[in-house]
């Protein structure tokens, strides 16, 4: 990417966009995915940037004019499906899929103030009560980053997953107090669907270490429990979910026992 034209790249870009980001009709195209050509290209060309003007140029040519096109027709929908809210979603998953593979494997510049400059639109121009999930989500892509970047000289691979977890109960405590208690359910999706920048495997119980670092805070404990469900068969995880069970809380070991041992008992498996 980082030889090739920007002139080039922009124009297949704009044609991408006016062909299909921005032009659905589902007799004749499906939907645009983060697996698309046309969404990998936006992507790699953010985030091919050696200096931070670099990048932020090509955010104002690209994605800040972008973004505001897909605001405008935010409410829009075809066939009875917010598409152009799909699409872009799609976009910023593929943002967070490459922010490991570049960053890390291509040693490219974390791009910590593009992403906070995606967030601050995001914030401004979409109401949480619509879009709790994509603000979110977005809210922990830029946590993500700022910790790479913070912690970019470290060689111990544990403390990013560690801190993130602390960053993920605060921010969730924060909701929790904003909005109710049950919102650490979408809280949980949002997580859930980040992990996997966390590599390798045994580093995520790193993560619900920090989640779980205020033991009086209930909603982090439902929250690892919704967020490491899938996990519950892992033998690894056998110290978490007895640390979760050990807890005095009746509503965390009801969940728990609900959650968990309920679904062994119903495959023939037990810790």
Not at 19 to 48: E, P, T
Not at 136 to 157: G, Y
């Amino acid at each position: 990417m980082e030889t090739i034209s920007s002139d080039f790249v922009i124009s297949l870009i704009q044609e991408y966009l006016d062909k299909r980001f921005f032009n659905y009709n589902d007799k004749y195209v499906s939907y645009v995915y983060h697996s698309d050509d046309g969404v990998q290209i936006i992507s790699a060309y953010l985030l091919c940037s050696k200096t931070e003007d670099e990048q932020i140029q090509k955010y104002q040519n690209v994605f800040a004019p972008l973004m505001r096109r897909s605001l405008e027709k935010w409410g829009e929908k075809s066939n009875g499906t917010y598409f152009v809210r799909k699409h872009f979603y799609q976009l910023l998953t593929r943002l967070c899929y490459d922010l490991k593979d570049y960053v890390a494997d291509k040693n490219m510049l974390i791009p910590l103030k593009m992403f906070t400059l995606i967030l601050d639109d995001l914030e401004k121009n979409l109401p949480v009560t619509e879009n709790y999930i994509i603000l979110t989500k977005w809210k922990l892509a830029v946590a993500f980053a700022k910790l790479t970047q913070e912690h970019s000289s470290t060689k111990d691979n544990n403390i990013i997953p560690l801190e993130f977890g602390k960053i993920c109960l605060k921010y969730l405590k924060k909701d929790v107090e904003e909005y109710f208690p049950c919102i650490y359910v979408l809280f949980s999706k949002c997580v859930k669907q980040f992990l996997f920048m966390i590599t390798p495997e045994n580093a995520k119980l790193e993560f619900y270490e920090g989640m779980l670092s205020d033991k009086d805070f209930i909603q982090g404990y439902l929250a690892v429990i919704e967020i490491a469900l899938d996990s519950r068969r892992d033998l690894n995880y056998k110290p978490l979910w007895k640390q979760i069970a050990s807890h005095p809380s009746v509503e965390i070991k009801m969940h728990y026992y609900n959650k968990i041992e309920e679904k062994e008992k119903e495959t023939n498996y037990a810790f």
